[in-house]
C-alpha cells in the first residue's frame, strides 16, 4: 500500500510528519513526502525535499493532503491543482486542516461537512463548506481531519482502511507518550471508528 | 528566547518537528532545526536543511535533543559530541527519548533517573541509566521525554520555564484536535507541572 503525504510549499510539519512518520511505523503500507517542486520550505522555513513528485498522487492508494500556511493561494494555482489526479472511486483520500479546501478544489467534498482548523474555517466556510466543531469526520472514501495533531487520527484511518485495526494499534502503541499507549490508541479509534 | 531543536542524521520526525512546531506557535521565542550538517536525512528517508549549526547551542537559551535511529552511532561520535557545548547552569536542556543517550555522554543526568520510549530503553539501561515508566521527567534545567508524542511536553515544558503558562496554553490550544483543546492543554501541563 503506497501513501502520498502531499506537501506544498508553507507547509505545516506536524501535519505532513506526524501522519507519515505513524503510517511508516505500520507494516505492508508506506508513505512518501510527496512535492510540487523537488524541495518544498515549511511555514516555520524549514527545507525539507520530496520524495516523490506531485504525480505519484495518481497511482497511491491513499492520499492525504497536508496544510500549511499558503494553502488559498495554492488552490488558486489551476495548473498545480491539475497535477494532483485523484479518484475517490479507487483511493482513499484525506485532508489535514486547510488541506480541505484542496478537496472542495477538486469537487471531492460537495454536499459533505468537512473538519478543519480555526484558521482555516473562515475560509472553508467562504467555500461553501461546512466545518464540523469535532476533529475527525470521514463518509465513505473521504476524511478530513482539524486541528495539528488530529494528524494522528488521519494515519489511524489510513491503516485502518489498509492494513487493519491490528498496525493501528502496533503504529500508535510506538508513538504515544510512554504511560499512555492504550488511552492514544482508544482515543484514535474511537475518533476514527 | 532562542530554542537549538538538535536534529541528527536517521532523526525522528516527529520528535523534531512537533516540538519545532509547537515552540514556533507562541510569542517571545522562536525554535530552530539545527543540524550538525547542512541537510541530514529522517530515518524514513526524508532530507531537511539545517536552520542553525550546531555551534548554535552554545548560545541558544534552551537546547532539545531529538531521537532517531543513528543515536547510538552519533553519541560514540567524539568529535560530534565535542561539537554540543551545553550549560546546565544558564540553559534549559531537554531530552526526546533516544535523546537521552546525548545527556547522559554529556554528563548532564548523572544520578538522575531519565524518559525515553521502550525502543532505547536498553541502551539507556546500558549506559547506566534509570529509565521511569513515564513520559516526561524534569529536574532543575534538565528534562527528559519518552514516546514521540511526548515531544508536545518537552515544547510545553520549554514554553513554561521561559514565556510562560499562557504561551503554553495558547500554542497547545492551537495545535490540539478540534474539539480537544481544553484536555490537550491540561494533559500537558500536569505532565510537566
Sequence with gaps: VQVAIVTLDGF???????????????????????????????LNGVEATGQRPLEFTAEADVVLIGSGSKTVEHVRDT??????????????????????LVLARLGLVD?????????????????GLTVLDQAFHSEGRIATAGGCLAA???????????????????ALDYVAPVGEENATVERALKAVG
Design 12 to 42: 505545516n510539519e506536524i501535519d505532513s510528519f506526524v501522519a507519515n512518520s505513524i503510517i511508516n511505523r505500520a507494516k505492508g503500507i508506506r508513505a512518501y513526502i510527496t512535492t510540487p517542486t523537488p524541495t518544498v520550505t515549511s
Design 79 to 100: 495548473d498545480l491543482m491539475a497535477r494532483l489526479a485523484l479518484d475517490p472511486e479507487r483511493q482513499w483520500i484525506g485532508s489535514q486542516c486547510s488541506g480541505a
Design 111 to 127: 454536499g459533505r461537512p468537512v473538519c478543519a482548523d480555526a484558521t482555516s474555517r473562515p475560509f472553508a466556510e467562504a467555500a
Design 152 to 170: 494522528q487520527y488521519l494515519a489511524a484511518w489510513t491503516l485502518l482502511r489498509t492494513v487493519g485495526e491490528g498496525e493501528v494499534r502496533r
